[in-house]
């Protein structure tokens, strides 16, 4: 019932999104309608295939990427045909194979996990399609380009975070609910955050009671878990790092029913995030200016869409590690930021999200609190 109840309102949040970041991004109306029926845009420019992973385990995907993605494209002149996989592999391969068959100039994949990213990579090069990874790097792949944002920095945001919010408090005890094994982002997300928290449970400022990866960045299966994890812990927390904002969600129904109320992390600045930010529920959100990101793809795709590896090579300066493949990858990190409730009318004001869109029912008064002017 409860698990029925969130996946409603994740669905609503993700519907909002999209209308606001359409609405934000002042994209032009495209004569064709939307990219994700698959239909050619109209500016008759080169074909571009883009693959997003899933929907449910973020807001952003549907909410920030597909709209900006489009957008950025279309101003960059290419057509792009923007799917989503829904985090079904064989749907992803699908269609990849597809839009390779159909001969795109390059192809932009986020993919569910590494090894099929990899994989389809491979079957990309064998038809000379340049590939992208987008926000996900593919360890142990052949992709020739990343972006992305500097993803060590998120996980040191939100330890920094925890560990302020835990400050004073000697020997708190924390939980850990992670993202995804199999995505190198989620990795990085807990080395930024054992970077910073790490030295703290050595020396007993705080304790880590349990940390656990949740495959696929299941939300649902994360609240669960961290359910198990309070239960074993005679229901004792004190702070949680959750990986992202739809993890934050499900942690934040388990502690309310259990009549808790501590700092919780998040990720990826959705519409429910920055509710409970404002609300206290959630001590804070990663803002990650996907519209910068998209951006910056667009612009690679363009360069590399016209054989031109040295613009593309101008355009994606840094490099990101790739352990796996022992390789460096060019590429665009970009830089997120830090939202408490101090700063939410900042992701409103850059135009991410509406303020009518947060600013509902028991919220519209925290709004007014926080400077937000609706
Ligand atoms: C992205 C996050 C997102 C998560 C789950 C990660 O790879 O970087 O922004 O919350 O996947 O979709």
Redesign the pocket.
Same mark, same amino acid.
């Given at each position: 019932m409860r698990s029925k109840t969130l996946a409603l309102a994740a669905v609503g949040a993700g519907v909002a999104l999209v209308l606001s970041a359409c609405g934000a991004n002042e994209a032009p109306a495209p004569a064709g309608g939307g990219s994700t029926s698959g239909a050619p845009a109209p500016s008759g420019g080169m074909k571009v295939g883009v693959i997003l992973p899933?929907t449910a385990?973020?807001a952003? &995907?549907e909410g920030f990427d597909k709209p900006m993605l489009k957008a950025a494209m279309q101003a960059q002149g290419l057509d792009a045909d923007i799917q989503n996989a829904q985090g079904d592999t064989a749907t992803f391969t699908r269609l990849a194979d597809s839009m390779i068959t159909q001969k795109v100039k390059v192809l932009v994949i986020a993919s569910i996990n590494s090894e099929l990213g990899k994989t389809v990579a491979a079957k990309a090069a064998t038809a000379n399609i340049p590939v992208i990874d987008y926000?996900?790097l593919n360890l142990g792949g052949s992709s020739k380009y990343y972006v992305s944002f500097d993803n060590t920095k998120v996980g040191e945001l939100q330890g920094e975070a925890l560990a302020s919010a835990l400050k004073g408090k000697q020997g708190a005890q924390v939980i850990e609910i992670e993202?995804a094994p199999t995505?190198n =982002?989620a990795t990085l997300f807990y080395n930024g955050q054992q970077k910073v928290l790490k030295p703290l449970y050595e020396n007993g400022t705080l304790k880590l009671v349990k940390s656990q990866k949740i495959d696929n &960045?299941d939300n649902q299966a994360g609240g669960r878990t961290f359910e198990q994890f309070l239960t074993q812990n005679g229901g004792k927390v004190d702070g949680v790092v959750a990986a =992202?904002d739809g993890l934050a969600g499900a942690i934040i129904t388990v502690l309310a029913k259990n009549g808790l109320k501590v700092p919780v992390t998040g990720?990826?600045a959705t519409p429910a995030g920055l509710q409970a930010v404002l609300r206290g529920d959630q001590y804070m959100t990663v803002f990650?200016p996907i519209k910068e990101e998209a951006e910056a793809t667009a612009k690679l795709a363009a360069a590399l869409a016209k054989g031109d590896t040295s613009a593309a090579d101008g355009i994606a300066k840094q490099t990101e590690k790739d352990p796996v493949g022992n390789r460096d990858v060019k590429s665009v990190l970009l830089t997120p930021q830090t939202i408490t409730k101090a700063n939410v009318k900042d992701v409103i004001t850059a135009g991410y999200v509406k303020a009518s869109e947060v600013c509902t029912g028991d919220v519209q008064p925290l709004c007014a609190a926080a400077g937000i002017s609706q």
């Amino acid at each position: 019932m409860r698990s029925k109840t969130l996946a409603l309102a994740a669905v609503g949040a993700g519907v909002a999104l999209v209308l606001s970041a359409c609405g934000a991004n002042e994209a032009p109306a495209p004569a064709g309608g939307g990219s994700t029926s698959g239909a050619p845009a109209p500016s008759g420019g080169m074909k571009v295939g883009v693959i997003l992973p899933e929907t449910a385990t973020s807001a952003r &995907w549907e909410g920030f990427d597909k709209p900006m993605l489009k957008a950025a494209m279309q101003a960059q002149g290419l057509d792009a045909d923007i799917q989503n996989a829904q985090g079904d592999t064989a749907t992803f391969t699908r269609l990849a194979d597809s839009m390779i068959t159909q001969k795109v100039k390059v192809l932009v994949i986020a993919s569910i996990n590494s090894e099929l990213g990899k994989t389809v990579a491979a079957k990309a090069a064998t038809a000379n399609i340049p590939v992208i990874d987008y926000d996900r790097l593919n360890l142990g792949g052949s992709s020739k380009y990343y972006v992305s944002f500097d993803n060590t920095k998120v996980g040191e945001l939100q330890g920094e975070a925890l560990a302020s919010a835990l400050k004073g408090k000697q020997g708190a005890q924390v939980i850990e609910i992670e993202g995804a094994p199999t995505d190198n =982002n989620a990795t990085l997300f807990y080395n930024g955050q054992q970077k910073v928290l790490k030295p703290l449970y050595e020396n007993g400022t705080l304790k880590l009671v349990k940390s656990q990866k949740i495959d696929n &960045w299941d939300n649902q299966a994360g609240g669960r878990t961290f359910e198990q994890f309070l239960t074993q812990n005679g229901g004792k927390v004190d702070g949680v790092v959750a990986a =992202n904002d739809g993890l934050a969600g499900a942690i934040i129904t388990v502690l309310a029913k259990n009549g808790l109320k501590v700092p919780v992390t998040g990720q990826d600045a959705t519409p429910a995030g920055l509710q409970a930010v404002l609300r206290g529920d959630q001590y804070m959100t990663v803002f990650k200016p996907i519209k910068e990101e998209a951006e910056a793809t667009a612009k690679l795709a363009a360069a590399l869409a016209k054989g031109d590896t040295s613009a593309a090579d101008g355009i994606a300066k840094q490099t990101e590690k790739d352990p796996v493949g022992n390789r460096d990858v060019k590429s665009v990190l970009l830089t997120p930021q830090t939202i408490t409730k101090a700063n939410v009318k900042d992701v409103i004001t850059a135009g991410y999200v509406k303020a009518s869109e947060v600013c509902t029912g028991d919220v519209q008064p925290l709004c007014a609190a926080a400077g937000i002017s609706q």
